[in-house]
């Protein structure tokens, strides 16, 4: 059974990076079959997926259109993780942070996730 | 971008009701659903993928179906553990998600 395990900081200043991390237990994050996400919830509980990673013989990314010029999401095959990085946060980045499994080679649904990270915005 | 609308945004319900939530899509997206449930602090939690396929362990008063643009998810009898809030996914092309429905004691 995976577990997926957040940690980072849960206040982050405006302009700055928002940087989060996901530990994997009882799966690999260089399972060629499966794919690591974040997802995000903004307070009115609108939930925006933001972009994965993924390896099929090497390492993949894709990353949504509204996010796509300030996110990267990288694996740590030492520590069997995977980090979310969104630089130049505003309040608009403000929301509860989840990572998520998926399958296959395009993006499909999320059978497993994290516990969920509240980040605010704030100086 | 595909938009998905849900339908009721909020459903009082007692135990015992059947209770169906509808999900519409701004194009077809074919069978490439999945339904979650989510409660209050926690993750959402996958349900049902594919329209119709009820992931393993999920209660079998469950059931989703639907293809195209048009979906249902009903819950046959619903139980105290069922009051939450529900969203629908397309993963068609990308992702993106319903705005939910809140499921409420009546």
């Known amino acids: 059974q995976v577990q997926l395990q957040q940690s980072g900081p849960g206040l982050v200043r405006p302009s700055q990076t928002l940087s989060l991390t996901c530990v994997i237990s009882?799966?690999?994050?260089?399972?060629?079959?499966?794919?690591w996400n974040w997802i995000r919830q903004s307070p009115s509980g609108g939930l925006e997926w933001l972009g994965r990673?993924?390896?099929?013989?090497?390492?993949?990314?894709d990353y949504a259109e509204s996010v796509k010029s300030r996110i990267t999401i990288d694996p740590d095959t030492s520590k069997n993780q995977f980090s979310l990085h969104l630089n130049s946060v505003t309040s608009d980045d403000a929301a509860v942070y989840f990572c998520?499994?998926?399958?296959?080679?395009?993006?499909?649904?999320?059978?497993?996730w994290g516990q969920g990270t509240l980040v605010t915005v704030s100086s | 971008d595909i938009q998905m609308t849900q339908s009721p945004s909020t459903l009082a319900a007692s135990v015992g009701d059947r209770v169906t939530i509808t999900c519409r899509a701004s194009?077809?997206?074919?069978?490439?659903l999945a339904w979650y449930q989510q409660k209050p602090g926690k993750a959402p939690k996958l349900l049902i993928y594919?329209?119709?396929i009820l992931e393993s362990g999920v209660p079998s008063r469950f059931s989703g179906s639907g293809s195209g643009t048009e979906f249902t998810l009903t819950i046959s009898s619903l139980q105290p553990d069922d009051f939450a809030t529900y969203y629908c996914?397309?993963?068609?092309?990308?992702?993106?998600f319903g705005g939910g429905t809140k499921v409420e004691i009546k």
């Open positions: 194009q077809s997206i074919s069978s490439w």
């Open positions: 998520a499994r998926d399958w296959g080679v395009s993006v499909s649904f999320f059978d497993s």
């Open positions: 990673t993924y390896y099929r013989s090497q390492w993949y990314n």
């Open positions: 996914q397309q993963y068609n092309f990308y992702v993106t």
């Open positions: 594919k329209a119709s």
């Open positions: 009882g799966d690999s994050v260089s399972d060629n079959r499966a794919a």
